[in-house]
C-alpha cells in the first residue's frame, strides 16, 4: 500500500520530507517487523501415509494425483480456504480436500497448500492415503472417498514442562468447550474466543471443523478432542489438537488474526497491518506539520 501526500512545496522541501518519512517507517518495521503483534508462525505438526499400495496402476495414479494438488493449490483461496475434488475413474480416483485456518491470509492459505504437497510428494511418494498437518492448514487425499465421514484420528501437540497457573487450570477445559459448542453455528464451523482469567492474564482459544462434515458431527469431533485428551491438555496453558476432521489450539497470546480475507469476499486488513498504517499514517502527518 503506497501514501501519496501532495503539497505546494518546492522539490527540494518535498525531498527532504519524503526521505524524513521514509526514514521513520525504516527504523520502525526495523525494530517492529511484525507490528507490536505477537505472530503465529507455520509450522509442520505431522503427517501420516499409509502403506505403499501396488493394487493400482502407480503411472495413472500419480498423474491424477499431480492434477489433484494442483487443484487444492489453486482453488483453495477462491473457495474460503476449504477445498475438495476428485480426479480418475474406478480404481485409479483420487479424492482430495485441504482446509486452511480460518484466520490466516490468503497469501499464507496458498502457500501453505502448496508446502503440504511438496511433503506428500517427498515423504508419501507411493502411499495412497496421506494426511498432513500443518499449523495453518490440512491436506489429505485418498484413493477411497471420505468425504463427509467424521474420522477419530487426533493428536495432541503440548510442552510436559509447560504448565498453568493453578488458579487457571480449572477455568481451562470449560472455555474451551464453550469455543467448541459455537464453532458448529458459525458459518464457516471457525470459531475464536478470550478468556479474561484477572489473575494471570487473559487466554486464546480457536476451534475449526472441515466443512465436509454436519454441524452435529463437528460439535461431536471436538468434544470428543477434549475428552481424549483431558489428562494431557488439562493442565498445560498451550496446546493444540489436530484430527482428520477437526482442530483446537489454545494459548496464553494471541497468535490468531482478528480478521481474514479467507472468510470475506472483500479484502480487510488484519489487526496488526491497521495498527502499522495507523502509525505510519500518524508519523507521516507529524512530520508534514514538523516540516
Not at 48 to 68: G, M, P
Not at 241 to 247: L, R
Amino acid at each position: 500500500m503506497t501514501f501519496v501526500f501532495c503539497y505546494p512545496r518546492d522539490y527540494k522541501e518535498m525531498h527532504t520530507l519524503n526521505f524524513a518519512v521514509l526514514y521513520v517507517i525504516s527504523i520502525f518495521l526495523l525494530f517492529f517487523p511484525n507490528g507490536f503483534c505477537h505472530a503465529d508462525t507455520n509450522m509442520q505438526a505431522g503427517f501420516q501415509c499409509s502403506a505403499s499400495d501396488y493394487s493400482v496402476n502407480q503411472d495413472t495414479f500419480q498423474t491424477n494425483l499431480r492434477i489433484l494438488l494442483d487443484s487444492l493449490a489453486s482453488n483453495v483461496v477462491e473457495h474460503h480456504g476449504f477445498y475438495q475434488t476428485i480426479v480418475g475413474k474406478k480404481v485409479n480416483k483420487v479424492y482430495g480436500t485441504v482446509l486452511c485456518r480460518g484466520d490466516i491470509s490468503a497469501n499464507n492459505c496458498s502457500d501453505c497448500t502448496l508446502n503440504s504437497t511438496k511433503v506428500a510428494s517427498n515423504d508419501c511418494p507411493e502411499s495412497k492415503d496421506v494426511s498432513i498437518w500443518f499449523r495453518w492448514c490440512f491436506l489429505r487425499y485418498s484413493n477411497e472417498s471420505f468425504f463427509g465421514h467424521m474420522q477419530p484420528t487426533a493428536v495432541a501437540i503440548t510442552n510436559d514442562t509447560d504448565f498453568d497457573d493453578p488458579s487457571v487450570v480449572s477455568e481451562g477445559l470449560p472455555f474451551m468447550s464453550g469455543v467448541a459448542a459455537e464453532a458448529p453455528e458459525k458459518s464457516f464451523m471457525f470459531n475464536t474466543k478470550v478468556l479474561d482469567t484477572n489473575q494471570s492474564g487473559k487466554r486464546y482459544g480457536m476451534a475449526q471443523c472441515t466443512r465436509d462434515i454436519s454441524r452435529v458431527d463437528c460439535r461431536s469431533c471436538l468434544d470428543d478432542q477434549l475428552i481424549n485428551f483431558r489428562t494431557v491438555i488439562g493442565n498445560k496453558r498451550r496446546w493444540e489438537i489436530y484430527g482428520s476432521n477437526c482442530f483446537m489450539w489454545y494459548n496464553d497470546y494471541q497468535f490468531y488474526s482478528n480478521v481474514s480475507n479467507l472468510l470475506s469476499d472483500a479484502w480487510r486488513p488484519s489487526s496488526c497491518t491497521r495498527l502499522m498504517i495507523g502509525m505510519i499514517i500518524a508519523v507521516s502527518a507529524a512530520l508534514l506539520i514538523f516540516f
